[in-house]
């Protein structure tokens, strides 16, 4: 058994796992870690445990201190000098017409690198933007080309349901959204109806899909053909999800047909094939899909 604390550096970032040695560090503590960057200012949001060695990436790299006052001192500086930074490389950004979007400046807790996050259409020459600001910074600079998800995770906003953004508020690393998600629990397969903010598919299309799921497999699909509690046969026009319930198309005597509704445990029918990957053969859905892959995988690492 291994001593751990679970360390965060920015807002709703990934945790990263660090030894503590000697100390019992609780959660809410800040504190000043080794990191592969450098020295850096952390939040703790696991407190001392223990955990099997073989659950973490070793070597752990060291818990230096908790922060002291002047650590916290130390970090807000840091903070207000991202302010201007961001300022200093907007104009740099101008000066050399350089196509690119620049969201986040960010320095390092020991102020031995400054990273500046922007977004672009392509790939952007910027080595002389890097020696403009080396020169006024006096330290090392990198630039750091991220996708449209992180942008939006640094930025923050509000989301169609009124609430803080997944990304910017809980979620500490982006989660496989398909659309064939939406497909499965009965949403407007319109992209502007399923995207978010970024314009990517809704992160929180993966918060119930293991429940429409798990619901959908007892249900018969629209068109089945089924068989009532009451001895009727008919084809089923609808199912609502969430209720359990099928609307069928009955045949009664003398051919007439008419629509009922039943609970689906009321109905005897052949179970639902669960679905697996690549089952979609929607032409729709495909093209969908294909923008969805377009996105990559993100260029943003938090440490």
Do not use: W
Not at 131 to 157: S, Y
Request: glycine residues 8%.
């Amino acid at each position: 058994m291994e001593k751990v604390i679970g360390v965060r550096f920015r807002n709703a970032g990934k945790v990263y796992y660090f030894s503590p040695g000697k100390l019992n560090i609780p959660k809410g503590k800040h504190v000043i870690v080794e990191t592969a960057r450098g020295v850096e200012y952390g939040y703790v949001v696991v407190g001392t445990k223990e955990v099997e060695g073989n659950r973490v990436v070793q070597p752990l790299k060291p818990v230096l201190r908790i922060a002291t006052a002047e650590d916290d001192a130390k970090e807000a500086a840091n903070r207000q000098k991202e302010k201007e930074a961001f300022q200093i490389c907007l104009e740099k950004i101008r000066k050399h017409k350089l196509d690119m979007k620049l969201i986040q400046a960010e320095y390092t807790f020991d102020n031995n690198k400054v990273l500046f996050y922007f977004t672009a259409d392509g790939r952007i020459d910027f080595r002389e933007l890097v020696k403009d600001l080396a020169a006024v910074f006096k330290t090392r600079i990198e630039l750091r080309q991220i996708g449209v998800r992180d942008e939006t995770k640094i930025i923050g906003g509000i989301g169609i349901c009124g609430r803080s953004l997944c990304c910017h508020t809980h979620l500490s690393e982006f989660i496989p959204v398909s659309i064939k998600m939406a497909k499965e629990q009965n949403l407007s397969l319109n992209p502007t109806k399923i995207s978010g903010v970024c314009g990517r598919l809704m992160c929180c299309l993966k918060h119930e899909q293991e429940t429409y799921e798990e619901l959908n497999s007892r249900l018969p699909n629209v068109g089945d053909h089924v068989t009532t509690g009451d001895g009727l046969k008919g084809d089923v026009q609808s199912v609502n999800v969430l209720r359990q319930k099928v609307k069928v198309i009955v045949t009664l005597e003398g051919d007439e047909k008419e629509i009922r509704e039943y609970k689906v445990d009321e109905l005897k029918f052949r179970p639902r094939r669960r679905k697996e990957k690549g089952d979609v053969a929607d032409k729709e859905l495909k093209k969908l899909e294909a923008l969805e892959r377009q996105e990559g995988k993100s260029k943003l690492d938090d440490n």
